[in-house]
């Protein structure tokens, strides 16, 4: 049982570009999210869903796009890299009778 | 919208020993969850105990419980017995539920606490 899984762990990407970071889980859950963790601020979220082909904004939604085609991928797309996305990205995700969300083991992302 | 804060940056604690994390959140939602997570070095965020707002008892899991004062929106951490492991950043989060405990999928995090447990 895999859990959550993100790739990549690490990305280096210069401004302008384009990345997709993948994230699956193999448990059935019908919610998955994508949080940020920046110092000294916690984890915010950017994207969220409460089952395949339903995708809402969190509070920080500019710069990223997601879709769910199936329950068990969330990619999340950086349409044009800044440095203000560097940031470790992590993605998490639950059963509708879980109220304890798994998460990924993120990824860094660095924009230079 | 929900705010949680968490007031102490960095906290240290000697092994064996009892160190409580603050946690204050604010909102005008009646039915919700609240969980502390812990971050250990290795970047994964691993849960460490959840409680549901209508429950009036203090949710505990072995070395871990909660001291929960609704009326006051405040939700603190008690570790028991420090141990090394222990060593991590400690995150406080709200989600709020529907009818049932149905979950809207959102959790709001406060800015986390640096816990050090010191041999």
């Known amino acids: 049982n895999a859990g959550v899984t993100q790739t990549p762990k690490f990305q280096v990407l210069k401004t302008g570009q384009s990345m997709t970071l993948q994230c699956a889980q193999d448990m059935n859950h019908e919610y998955m999210s994508w949080y940020r963790q920046d110092p000294g601020m916690g984890l915010r979220l950017i994207h969220y869903s409460v089952g395949a082909g339903i995708t809402d904004q969190g509070e920080v939604p500019n710069g990223y796009n997601v879709s769910r085609s199936t329950t068990e991928d969330f990619p999340l797309r950086l349409l044009s890299a800044a440095p203000s996305q560097t940031s470790v990205y992590f993605c998490?995700?639950?059963?509708?009778?879980?109220?304890?969300?798994?998460f990924g083991s993120g990824t860094r992302l660095t924009v230079v | 919208a929900q705010t949680v804060t968490q007031s102490q940056p960095e906290m240290s604690v000697q092994e064996a020993e009892t160190v409580t994390l603050s946690c204050t959140y604010d909102?005008?939602?009646?039915?919700?969850?609240l969980f502390w997570y812990k971050q250990p070095p290795s970047r994964q965020m691993i849960l460490v105990i959840r409680q549901e707002a209508y429950k009036q008892q203090n949710a505990t899991e072995n070395r871990f419980s909660v001291n929960f004062q609704k009326a006051a929106k405040s939700f603190s951490l008690k570790i028991s017995d420090s141990q090394l492991g222990d060593t991590a950043m400690y995150f406080c989060a709200f989600m709020k539920h529907g009818p049932g405990g149905t979950s809207y999928g959102k959790l709001t995090f406060g800015q986390g606490t640096i816990l050090t447990v010191h041999p």
């Open positions: 909102t005008s939602e009646s039915n919700y969850y």
């Open positions: 998490a995700s639950s059963g509708r009778g879980n109220y304890g969300y798994t």
